[in-house]
T-cell receptor, first 116, second 111 residues
Framework: GAVVSQHPSWVICKSGTSVKIECRSLDFQATTMFWYRQFPKQSLMLMATSNEGSKATYEQGVEKDKFLINHASLTLSTLTVTSAHPEDSSFYIC????????????FGQGTRLTVV | GEDVEQSLFLSVREGDSSVINCTYTDSSSTYLYWYKQEPGAGLQLLTYIFSNMDMKQDQRLTVLLNKKDKHLSLRLADTPTGDSAIYFCAEFRGGYQKVTFGIGTKLQVIP
């Protein structure tokens, strides 16, 4: 199956700093990428959807100025958590989808962010 | 509505079959997925079924889809302890380009 690589797998940062998470599709072109957040013992919550070359669409309640998403190429999307706070500590997972309406999405391995 | 519902917990004995159930609400969903998540790890796609299918079998996995009742199930045969994980049901709504997940069912396989 298609491979989506997410980096880093885990990161610890100080409160107030920014953290960038990368999501790469290794063997296919991802026209759409999704970013999810997972709190402990909860399901994945979609944060935003990005299409290559255009601005991301954020779900209700997600601060677009805090969670900056860039999808500059067909193989790379980044999520930057700006001015991170301890409550931003979570598991962030990206998924990438190829062209076509009915194409399945493939997931990265996730990034564990801890803000201290 | 956009809810995908699953029971929270299932416990089975090693070697038995496990059946995890899911209900969804959007009849226009095109793909329905089952993902496995082990502790601290990302999601692993187990299998998926297209909405015009009733059943899909893949080795130990059997997926049944009742589109009329919007009910999806995943059966794991001869469950080993290594199957202990959280299993997420998800629906892909093509028109919205969006995947919606259930809360996940924690499967505990007892030796």
């Amino acid at each position: 199956g298609a491979v989506v690589s997410q980096h880093p797998s885990w990161v610890i940062c100080k409160s107030g700093t920014s953290v960038k998470i990368e999501c790469r599709s290794l063997d296919f072109q991802a026209t759409t990428m999704f970013w999810y957040r997972q709190f402990p013992k909860q399901s994945l919550m979609l944060m935003a959807t990005s299409n290559e070359g255009s601005k991301a669409t954020y779900e209700q309640g997600v601060e677009k100025d805090k969670f900056l998403i860039n999808h500059a190429s067909l193989t790379l999307s980044t999520l930057t958590v700006t001015s991170a706070h301890p409550e931003d500590s979570s598991f962030y997972i990206c998924s990438a989808q190829g062209q076509g309406v009915y194409t399945e999405a493939f997931f990265g391995q996730g990034t564990r962010l801890t803000v201290v | 509505g956009e809810d995908v519902e699953q029971s929270l917990f299932l416990s089975v004995r090693e070697g038995d079959s496990s059946v995890i159930n899911c209900t969804y609400t959007d009849s226009s969903s095109t793909y329905l997925y089952w993902y496995k998540q082990e502790p601290g790890a990302g999601l692993q796609l187990l299998t998926y079924i297209f909405s015009n299918m009733d059943m899909k079998q893949d080795q130990r996995l059997t997926v049944l889809l009742n589109k009329k009742d919007k009910h999806l199930s995943l059966r794991l045969a001869d469950t080993p302890t290594g199957d202990s994980a959280i299993y997420f049901c998800a629906e892909f709504r093509g028109g919205y380009q969006k995947v919606t997940f259930g809360i996940g069912t924690k499967l505990q396989v007892i030796p």
